[in-house]
């Protein structure tokens, strides 16, 4: 992750785009007479047009892998619920969380599959000006 580098005016145009590296809303720049665009926050993390893409890649897996570590909560919690009203007999319906149980994991499995079939693109290319990753 890049590291601030400093301050900035309110130059640029604001972008509803979230900085990967804080909560703060980044602002988009034109860096100097070339094609490329820089993204920098109010605290100065700034990227690249490919920089802020491949951290807003991770950033998502990362949330991707979020979602299953919940999953995997619930589905413990569940069973052991289940395992509660087994060995108590206490008067609790079990078909909604067989139910949610299943689905549980059918879910969990479903964004498995979305992480490991993304494809990440390779962004390196020539030309692609690193300056704005820089202090
Ligand atoms: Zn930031």
């Known amino acids: 992750m890049p590291q601030p580098t400093r301050p900035l005016s309110s130059d640029g145009q604001v972008t509803e785009i979230g900085c990967p590296g804080c909560s703060g809303v ?3 720049w034109m860096d100097g007479d070339g094609p490329h665009l820089r993204f920098v926050c109010k605290v100065g993390h700034a ?3 490919s920089s802020l893409l491949q951290a807003k890649e991770a950033q998502l897996e990362d949330a991707l892998w979020s ?7 619930v589905e413990m919690l569940d069973e052991l619920l289940l395992k ?3 060995e108590n ?3 609790i319906g079990t078909e909604g969380l067989d ?3 299943q689905q549980i994991r059918a879910q969990a499995a479903l964004i498995r599959t979305m992480i490991e079939e993304t494809v990440s693109p ?3 290319q020539e030309g692609d000006d690193p300056r ?3 202090p």
Do not use: K, M, N, V
């Open 99 to 101: 139910a949610r149980l």
């Open 67 to 73: 979602a299953i570590s919940l999953f995997q909560h």
């Open 132 to 134: 704005a990753d820089s």
């Open 84 to 86: 509660q009203i087994d």
């Open 89 to 91: 007999g206490l008067p």
């Open 47 to 49: 990227y690249t047009l």
């Open 122 to 124: 390779d962004l390196e």
């Open 26 to 28: 980044l602002s988009q």
